[in-house]
């Protein structure tokens, strides 16, 4: 990111906090939300639970790999890693509670629900259909990206948000500013 700041014509590590300058304008915002953020509910720290992005709130999931109990609710799946049989674990359950810095609510552009098998059940039934339709039509490339974005290698791996997030975004992803 440094080069792409000196191409830009801006000094990346210009540590200026004089609010008189675009730099030290820049350089106070960026501070104060780092410094909210360090507190809103992400755990971003490790305060919450030993541990930065590590699950606070002690959640079971409703279903077992073998049972399902709510078929609204998420069932963890057994799924074979690196040769491993591993059960998948929700590993950011309290996602929900961070605070958004950039929107007025968590819900601000939420979609609306998904169809639930309690209220719905064939509409619920299509809908899955769909999701098998379209899982079974995916290209190479968005299979990819799917892999990619589910977190893979790392988080399947590891099982650790904070880990590859810090790994894909080193720098931005710190727990205090510093420049690139």
Same mark, same amino acid.
């Not at 200026?16 to 360090?38: F, R, W, Y």
């Not at 490339?141 to 892999?147: E, L, P």
């Not at 589910?150 to 992803?173: C, E, K, S, Y």
């Given at each position: ?11 990346? *590590?210009?540590?200026? /906090? ?8 820049? @350089?106070?915002?960026?501070?104060? *939300? ?8 992400? @755990? ?21 790999? %073998?049972?399902?109990?709510?078929? %609204?609710?998420? /069932?963890?799946?057994? *799924? ?7 059960? /998948?674990?929700? *590993? ?15 819900? /601000? ?57 810090? @790994? ?13």
């Amino acid at each position: 990111m440094a080069n792409e700041m000196a191409q830009l014509g801006y000094d990346p *590590v210009d540590k200026s /906090q004089d609010p008189a300058t675009p730099a030290g304008i820049g @350089n106070l915002a960026a501070a104060e *939300v780092i410094k909210a953020c360090h507190h809103d509910g992400a @755990n971003q720290l490790g305060d919450l639970e030993s541990g930065p992005y590590e699950d606070y709130t002690a959640y079971q999931p409703v279903n077992g790999p %073998d049972r399902v109990i709510d078929p %609204d609710r998420w /069932q963890p799946l057994r *799924v074979i890693d690196h040769g491993d049989l591993m059960i /998948q674990r929700f *590993v950011t359950p309290f996602w929900g509670r961070v605070i958004p810095f950039a929107l007025t609510s968590a819900d /601000q552009f939420r979609p609306s629900p998904p169809y639930t098998y309690e209220k719905n059940r064939d509409d619920y039934t299509r809908q899955a259909l769909d999701l098998v339709e379209i899982s079974a039509a995916l290209t190479e490339r968005q299979k990819m990206i799917a892999d990619y974005w589910a977190g893979a290698p790392t988080l399947r791996r590891h099982l650790d948000t904070g880990a590859f997030w810090r @790994n894909t975004f080193p720098g931005v992803t710190t727990t205090t500013w510093t420049p690139m």
